[in-house]
């Protein structure tokens, strides 16, 4: 069982902490299997990306936040007002 189910899960797991520190562009281990590892392996692959493309829309936001007068560390506005709900941008740690 070790071999079969707990270490590919330890894998995935490694690979799930290595996105949520901004690592991105690693592999995510598992891929080709055609059972509940692989579905999960491909559910992690699937977050990954989302991650990146928020990180990426992220970084265009940037330079027109720091244009706009809005701009003071994105935290609240030129009138002295937080950003409306939903309105919050992504922090990278």
Known sequence: M???????????????DRITTGDIRS???HLARYDEIGRLARAVQNF???VAQIFELDERQLPQD?????????????????P???????VRW
Request: charged content about 20%.
């Open 27 to 29: 592999q995510v281990p």
């Open 2 to 16: 070790r071999g079969s189910v707990l270490a590919p899960l330890s894998d995935i797991a490694q690979a799930t």
């Open 84 to 90: 409306a709900p939903g309105q919050e941008r992504l």
């Open 66 to 82: 720091l244009q706009s007068p809005r701009h003071d560390s994105g935290r609240i506005d030129a009138g002295g007002n937080p």
């Open 48 to 50: 990954r990306d989302a």
